[in-house]
Structures are given as C-alpha cells and as structure tokens.
C-alpha cells in the first residue's frame, strides 16, 4: 500500500519535473515588421513561417513600448525583459560622461562585448540557475549576438569580415568546431554567385527609383557577389543575401550537434538572429522584391530548421519563440510619391541650421559649436557654449525645442528636463521616457515626423510611431496549445513568459508573464 502511494506521488510529480523545455531557441528577424510575413503569403510554404502560425502561440498585438526603436535596444529588452531606461541600451550609439560609445563598446577589454547592458539576460538566469545550461547566440551582427547571448554566454558569434563566423576575447575561446565550419563553409564558397529572383511572380516591379544599390551592382535582379573576397563589397553583398541567412543557421546547427544543446533535460538556449532582413530593408526597403524574395528564401530555410529540430530534440522538447528587433517605414520618397507627407532630413544639413540659429541667439558673435553630438534621436549640447552665450542652459534647450519643432520634417521633440519631469506613462511621452537615462542620453530627443527619416540610408526606423514598433510574436514547441494573445504585448514580455515555462526565478523586469495555453497531458 505505501508503495502504491509513492508510485502515485511519483507520477504526480515526475511530469511537473520532466515538463521544462530542454531548449529555447530565441529567433529574431531584424526589421520583420508584423504585417511583412502577410504581404509574401502566397509564397510561403505550409512548414516555416505558417507552422508557427498555425501550430503556435501567436501575439495579435505585439508592439515595442518604447521610442528608440533600434537593433541594439531591441534585442536588448528580448534578451532581459526590460525596456532601454532599465537595460541601458538606448540607442546603437550614445555617450557616456562626454565619451561617444558603441553598444558593444567594452572600455576596459576595447573589445566587443556586453559591458553596457546593465540587466542580465535569459541566459545569465539560465546559467545562475543551472550552471550546466548551455547559452549561445548566432547573429550576422555583433550587437545581435552580444544582447541575445547576455553577460556569461558559451559563445556569443558573428560575421566576422575576412574570417566568417568569429567572437571576441571577452568570450571563451571559440571550440574547434567553429574552426572547421569556418574552413568548410566559408562565406567564400559563394564568391561570384548570382543571387537571382525564383519566388516572387515578375509580374511585381523589381525597383523603384529611390532603392540603393547592391555592393558593386544596381537596384534589381540579379544581384551578383562581387568574387573578390578581399573586397569590403564582398562581405557586404554576402551579408545581404538568402545565402548569408543559410550560412547563419547552419552554423546554429552545427552548435546543436556539436554542444549537444537540448539533450538532457537542463534546460539550454540557442540564439539566433538574422540581420539579412534588416539589411535588405534599409538598402531596398521592406516593400520591395529583394526583400520579399528573401523572406520566402527565409521561410524554406525555417521549415528544414524546424524539421531539423523535432527529429533531434522532438517537438515537445524545445520551445522557440519568433520576433522582430523592431519594425521599419517605407522609403520616404516612395511614400512621397504614393501622397504621403514624407520625406528625409540630412543630420549634417539639421546642425548647420542649428548652428547659425545659436549665432542668431547671440547677436552673431563668433561663438563655440553649440552641438557636440548627434546620434538620432539625441542631440548632445555644448553647456559651455551656453555659459559664453550667457544663456541659461535649461532656457537655450527649451528655445532651441521651440525653433526645432517648426523645422522641415521634425516631429516631436523634447528636453531631458520635459521627459525626467512628465508624469503621465502613456502616449509619446511615456515611450520617450522608457527610452531615456540621463547618463546615457543627450539634451534633446528629437524625433522626425510620421513617414520622415534621419540619413541618407534609403529606408530607416528608429521613432516611436507604430510601424517602428509593431513586430511579430510567436511562441512554438513544448507543451504549447495553438492560440492567439489578444491583448496587447510587448516583446519585453518574452522572459517572465519563458521564465514561467522553464520555472525560473528571474529579477525584477518591465515585462510580464502572457497566458500561454497548455496541451492537457
Ligand atoms: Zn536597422
């Protein structure tokens, strides 16, 4: 009888144990706006993107809280479950006690690392709680890598120009696995290839006039490597290419076979993040066909994954979870053309005209740059230009907001004192406040119009409208019941929803735990 007993408590307790994902796998694509997957629909096949959708989890509304929509910010709140006035990563570039930094800047090793994220990640908890658990991260970028990989990661590696996938000393040596997938499928291999048009019916048009150029090419298909690969035009034609994504999983394959990532039931995480998509968005925009075409190209290369990941791990073993960094606009002289009051402003024009409105403030007298750094959306000012002027700091800052907002292209714009003083959590200012950290952000926040950018890169985003921040969010694998979340989300909820499934202690974060539903067993 007391055996029975025990046998009993043994099976109400063992599938409560054995019931943790044995892998994560965190998928990011850069620039994946959430309507991006709707528009090559027809092109899709039945095995990647729809079986998320179909089989998954899916987020109706999942939208960034937060205005500084960039690479660095957002895989820094999908990694730790903060916004950037907690993690720290407000923006690609920003300064810090009057020193202009990198995200990935590392001022003590001066190399790549994530010295500036100032939360832990889902793998830093991962690892606090099972020392065993294993943590990597694969991205075409650095800062996709360092973020998604956290403080204390396996591996954290990138596409290294002239070496292929490469890391940096803060991490542990790279295994010798890399080495020999680094000799075995070199980026080289595709040297003069020709990256053509297939899925897409030609019927479309290929290229608009505003589109960029690919590197030693023009705007439409065919795109051709260039076959020196000692070019940088090489590196960055490869980067742009459905190829560049193949190359990315394969090496997120080679990690699972070779680290034997989810197959014991401590809980692992693999992450992956494809820039290619962010890429190909900036130079053609998101509407064009390059973009398009890769994203079916995409699509294939997730249905082998996910094939590849239920026979090794089993579906029921591994959870996977699907976002975007952030969103994008369209080229603004394409929507200018389509009627929309669109447009660009060059940053180096925008300080010209803000240095001969400071000469104008005092009575054009010769006078210090008032501007000393401009990293979209911060501009930085020179205090001590002020002090000569003799114009109270706060004063010059509020007046200079005044002029700013009357200026061609700009929409909103705000001094630190505006956004430390607002009360309200909600609306623009809200996002611009879950934005900002006074030791790391500049004087002004100044954000363009809806529609207009920053720059000369034909596409961009970075503002707090919802195309910026209106991403995909799904959830697949494990024990997880087909479903959609109705209310709205934010990609900072990832962690606490993860940290729940793999019963994770994890500190205090913006995010919160979503309603997943489970299969009954
Ligand atoms: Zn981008």
New binding site residues.
Partial sequence: MRIRVFIALALMVVPTLSARPRLVVLLCY??LRADRLDAVRPWLGTQGFLRLLREGVVAERCMYNYATT??AAGHATIATGCNPARHGIVDNDFVINGRPLYATDDTLLGVPSPQLLLKPTLGDYLKANSPQSKVWSFSHKDRGAIFFGGHKPDGACWLVPHVGLGSSRYYPPLPTWVTKFNREHAPARVAGIVWQAQYVPSDLPDTVEWEGRFPGGSTYFPHRIPSDTASEDFWRAFALTPMAVEWLFRAARTCIEQEQLGADSIPDLLCISVSTT?LV??LFGHDSREYAELLVACDQILAAFLDELDRRIGREHYVLVLTSD?G?GSIPELMRAQGHDAGRIHTDTLRARIERWFAVQRGNTPHQRLVRYFYPPWLWLNRTAATVAGIPFDTLCTRLAQWLTTQEGIGIVMTAGQIQQQTRDTGISGLVARSYRPDRCGDLAVYPREHWIFGTTPAQ?GTPYAYDRWVPLEFFGWQLKPSTIAVPCSPADIVPTLARMLDLSIGEVDGTALQVGILSR
């Fill in positions: 850069d620039q960039v690479t962010d968005g900036h952030h994008a985003h």
